[in-house]
């Protein structure tokens, strides 16, 4: 990566190349965050506040996430690795910075691990100095406390009162035991060298039993700790085939792990969970399975469109503050979000629904309308849909109800069951089309392929058309991926399409469905332990019989 190729780079990404500040300017202060583990969750709030602030971004590769997550609103975030993808050196890494600092720009400096600890955050702030640049850090969580903890055990405790850190690269460490009972070794880049650590420690006195652990990938989803003795440590990394870059850690605390850990035994942990729906709803459904430990993908399968006429909602609209209606009646939290639009389009809010019965489908669409400002009067207690709708619904009594309309704002696919429920109600339903639903543009190649190839644990649906929508623009889920869907209908249209259903929620709701799959992944890891075999993920079980078969 020549320091000249960035505005070029910029262009070639479909970003804004960032105006230039006036001549003479005095270059902005250029921001070193340091990301920590590389979980984008564990970035400090200064930190992140700094990347928000940033007009480009130059991340270490191993944390590019990170950078996006948090500099989404910035004109670009580019790897510091050259055109073959390999790391730049020091020496490119800062030239390149402070072509950008000299044109004026904020420019965030985005490093990965410890380095504080390693020294390269040092070499590389001396560098920026000796070009006249100011700087400023924002220091990460640092690997050496966070992993251990993301493991489920300290550094120190009981009698363990000393801590040494040392590098597994440094050819002058003296592996000799200072003091095994009180002491803690951590060996950093100890996971991809722990046979050879293994043979130097015990070699250098150390007691056969000492009780260590190593953990690759920590802090991420891809988090696996291997817990034994020196003298069988070999032998347990050759057998978890575990890889990847951690920490090697020796000494009594590795015990603290049996009543400590928390972080791998969420039941859905480190599972691919495709959620398929409509990308404004994918929220909180993803939100609930990363609090199982699943790692959610929305793929949108539906676009959300206005109607192709809007007369007819805004004539609804009108006659919604005028007093036609005695009812309004929403389906979807998108009916919500389509009356919600036009009200603002109009300069009305909450109050315009002052005299109106409120009724919501579900308990989703309710949450909707609550966050709008409208608490429903009725939203039934059993079945969440139009047929539960009805079965709360009263029937038209012309002495207590003045008005016999009901305003129905629906998509352009809705089914007429609760426009003939509620007419033999004695109701007259005005169905309006508040929005159309179109089949989204398929998902990018590596999506579609591991869809049809079992690379994710589970696929998530939550309405027969994600069902058929997903079909459509990526094919048929593999047949090792576990099938959860939110209610019976659902799960029926999954079976009419050739798909086994594993999951099914008990109450048709998002928190519910995510909770069945947790529970459903809890099983498999409680049989997978009782089986002495330490893969339940469905996409890695299926990856270990196809190395069993070749």
């Avoid at 089949?439 to 999506?447: F, G």
């Avoid at 498999?524 to 339940?536: D, Y």
Wanted: charge should be negative; proline fraction near 6%; glycine fraction near 8%.
């Amino acid at each position: 990566m020549s320091t000249s190729a960035t505005d070029t780079q910029l262009e070639e990404l479909g970003a804004t190349v960032p105006a230039q500040r006036q001549a003479g300017q005095t270059a902005q202060p250029v921001l070193l965050v340091v990301a920590g583990p590389g979980d984008a969750e564990l970035v400090t709030i200064r930190g992140g506040q700094m990347l928000a602030r940033a007009d480009i971004i130059f991340s270490d590769p191993e944390v590019l996430d990170v950078a996006r997550v948090h500099g989404s609103g910035c004109s670009a975030v580019l790897p510091m690795v050259d055109e073959d993808g390999q790391p730049l050196s020091q020496a490119a890494r800062v030239a390149l910075v402070s072509q950008e600092a000299n044109k004026g720009l904020t420019v965030a400096r985005l490093l990965s691990g410890d380095p504080i600890m390693d020294g390269s955050l040092r070499l590389e702030a001396a560098a920026l100095a000796a070009r006249g640049l100011r700087f400023e850090v924002a220091p990460g969580v640092s690997p050496l406390t966070s992993i251990p903890a993301f493991a489920g055990y300290g550094l120190t405790g009981g009698a363990v009162r000393e801590v040494r850190v040392v590098d597994a690269d440094d050819p002058a460490v003296n592996w000799a035991p200072e003091s095994e009972s009180r002491s803690t070794l951590v060996v950093l880049k100890g996971a991809e060298r722990a046979t050879s650590l293994a043979e130097r420690l015990l070699t250098a006195g150390w007691c056969p039993d000492t009780p260590c652990a190593i953990t690759v990938e920590g802090a991420t989803v891809d988090q696996r700790t291997i817990v034994t003795s020196l003298a069988e440590l070999t032998d347990a990394v050759r057998d978890s085939g575990h890889e990847g870059s951690g920490i090697l850690v020796v000494g009594d605390v590795v015990n603290q792990r049996g009543e400590s850990s928390w972080y791998e035994c969420k039941p859905l942990f480190g599972w691919r969970v495709l959620v398929p729906r409509t990308k404004e709803q994918a929220g909180e459904l993803s939100d609930q399975l990363r609090a199982h430990g699943a790692v959610p993908v929305e793929v949108p399968t539906i676009s959300v469109e206005p109607p192709r006429t809007p007369q007819q909602m805004d004539r609804a609209i009108h006659g919604l503050v005028s007093g036609r209606y005695e009812w309004v009646a929403f389906t979807s939290s998108n009916a919500v979000r389509a009356v919600c639009e036009k009200f603002e389009q109009y300069g009305l809010d909450a109050r315009s629904f002052a005299g109106l019965k409120i009724a919501a489908i579900g308990e989703q669409t309710a949450t909707a309308l609550r966050a709008f400002g409208v608490i429903p009067d009725l939203v039934p207690t059993g079945e969440h849909s139009s047929l539960g709708l009805l079965e709360v619904w009263p029937e038209f009594d012309e002495s207590v109800d003045p008005i016999n309309r009901v305003f129905l704002p629906r998509a352009d696919i809705a089914t007429d069951t609760l426009v003939a429920g509620l007419t033999e109600l004695g109701w007259e339903v005005e169905a309006i089309t508040a929005y159309r639903t179109v089949r989204a543009a398929p998902p990018a190649a590596p999506i579609r392929e591991a869809i049809k190839t079992g690379g994710f644990d589970a696929v998530l649906f939550t309405s027969s058309s994600t069902v058929r929508n997903l079909i459509g623009i990526a094919g048929k889920p593999h047949a090792s991926t576990v099938i959860a869907c939110i209610g019976p209908a659902t799960a029926a249209t999954a079976e009419e399409h050739g798909l086994r259903v594993h999951v099914r929620a008990d109450e048709p709701s998002v928190a519910e469905l995510a909770s069945a799959l947790a529970r459903y992944g809890e099983a498999l890891r409680q049989e997978a332990a009782a089986s002495g075999s330490t893969v339940w993920r469905p996409s890695k079980r299926r990856a270990a019989a196809r190395r069993r078969t070749n």
